[in-house]
């Protein structure tokens, strides 16, 4: 899979104070002049927040100005062997989309890697490279010029000659330090090395919660009650829609719940949606909307008020009656009317759709952050039942926002944990085939760092 951070225009100017046209208006600050290479390579990782690693840039080039900065992950290259060519082509397929728009007098490619590059004629992942600008010239795009980024040294991989172009190249740290670094910090902008953030192991609950808690860890099988099944989704949606960090009572129940693959695969859908939608999508409340179970859901430890649970219960039910009084579903169906899994079509449909992050509209990313916040402390505790779920959590969410390379570190570390576990083992074979997430393949729905 691949990794895309989306097109970032060239910072617009801000002004300064002193305005000649309006008294005490701020004037204009000047646009920043690019001359060079290492001028382009400067702005980069401005553009972009941070420094890329193990990455694809490539920058268009319109109109006398920069233009759209792509950032994606290098295709990935099992064991060292060569980069499949259908994986090749996706890739080259995949930028080739983001700048034939807006790439008018053509692009510069960089690749940022830690690969070793022994020799001018030789660069790391020229096979990629070589895909990429034969898919943009296809497009009338050139590619007008392509260096690689290491470590300690920078280099254009057009020029072989070390006579006019230097060997090992130049100094990586100086695009720090250099002018237009200078003239960008100056201005406000800065960035830090590409990470994944890490949470700090979660404090436990008090005791006499901890001990009702250990009865949901160490039988799973209670979250196969329908009405417990909500209670734990309420609890989810009060998290994914507040800013405020829960208590360590309600961290270890969320842990829990991610026990059940269904429940965890509503949680997915409630971060991305909305909570009503993932229980009206889900086999597992069957029994309540069809009317067959009358009781309330129950308190449960760490988790909301009964009453609290109750509402959401009503709330989201009402949700299924309003279906039922709909119109018919593309499938002529009523919309109100049962798939073949239990739920009704038009719920269904839309459940499956936002788990493969296939919908027209952009995922709610707020609520997706803050179901990773909650699945990082999740991934530090000792229970491996508990550190899977987590970690593969961990990775949808990252394959959702199209970071194809952390989607992979934090699915070998599920594996490592759980070599079974499914939804880790999914993810990976759409990695391994250069699957992107629907939403990342669109200007109009793909993550952006602001949103989070």
Known sequence: MDDIQHPVEQPAPRRREGSPGVPGAPAPEEPITIRSAEDILAYVPHALGEWPQES??????????????????????????????????????????????????????????????????????????????????????????????????????????????????????????????????????????????????PEPPPAAVAAALEAYVEDPGRWWDPLVFTAALAAWDEVLSESRVPAPARVRLLAATLMRPALRDAVLVASAADAGTAWRGTAATRELRSGQAHAAPPALPGGVPAAEAAAALDSWSEGVRAGERGAVDGAGRAAGAEAPGGTPAGASAEFGLILMGSTGAAPAWTRIARLERIALGVAQMEEPELRAPALAVLAWVQWARGRGGRCLAFLERALSTDPGYRLALLLRGLVEQGELAGWARSRDTAWRREAA
């Open 56 to 201: 694809l840039v490539a920058v268009g080039l319109a109109d006398g100005r920069l233009g759209p900065t792509l950032r994606i992950d290098l295709p990935p290259r099992p064991k060292g062997a060569a980069v499949r060519p259908a994986t090749l082509r996706r890739f080259a397929d995949t930028v080739a989309d983001y700048l034939t728009h807006d790439a008018g007098a053509g692009a510069v490619v960089a690749v940022y890697t830690r690969a070793a590059w022994t020799a001018p004629q030789t660069p790391p992942h020229r096979d990629v490279l070589d895909a990429v600008a034969a898919r943009l010239a296809e497009e009338g795009v050139p590619v007008l010029e392509a260096w690689i980024v290491g470590p300690e040294h920078w280099r254009t991989v057009t020029c072989p000659d070390t006579a006019c172009c230097p060997w090992p190249g130049e100094s990586t740290a100086a695009l720090r330090t250099g002018r237009i670094g200078a003239e960008m910090v100056y201005r406000g902008s800065s960035y830090g090395p590409a990470g994944q953030p890490e949470a700090a192991r």
